[in-house]
Nanobody, 124 residues
């Protein structure tokens, strides 16, 4: 099973930027979906940015469009999430995930493998 390791979280002020990284133990082409989710305490985990089909354009939920950008470096087996214009409401644990079936359920995919998460805290 793939192992995912996130990094890059931290504390920033509102309006700031962060780039999160997720190193995978396997090549991305082994999985049909890879992306970023986040979980705010007391709320269900939600999508932030996802590659749903290898080679296709990424999917961004409406609330995230224009402020986040997902990219990957296949040579390094690394997935990135660039976040800009951060708001206090973006404070959450951010997770990297991979899936073969890509069947959504609640706050993820039915067969998702998750990283341990990286905390992002945005202060006003």
């Amino acid at each position: 099973q793939v192992r995912l390791m996130e990094s890059g979280g931290g504390s920033v002020q509102a309006g700031g930027s962060l780039r999160l990284s997720c190193v995978s133990s396997e090549a991305a082409h082994n999985y049909n979906c890879m992306g970023w989710f986040r979980q705010i305490p007391g709320k269900e985990r939600e999508e932030v940015a996802v590659f749903y089909i290898p080679g296709a354009l990424p999917y961004y939920p409406a609330a995230m469009k224009g402020r986040v950008s997902i990219s990957r470096d296949s040579a390094k087996n690394t997935l990135y999430l660039q976040m800009t214009s951060l708001k206090p409401d973006d404070t959450a644990m951010y997770y990297c995930a991979a899936s073969v079936r890509c069947m959504r359920t609640g706050g993820g995919w039915t067969d998702a493998t998750w990283g341990q998460g990286t905390q992002v805290t945005v202060s006003s």
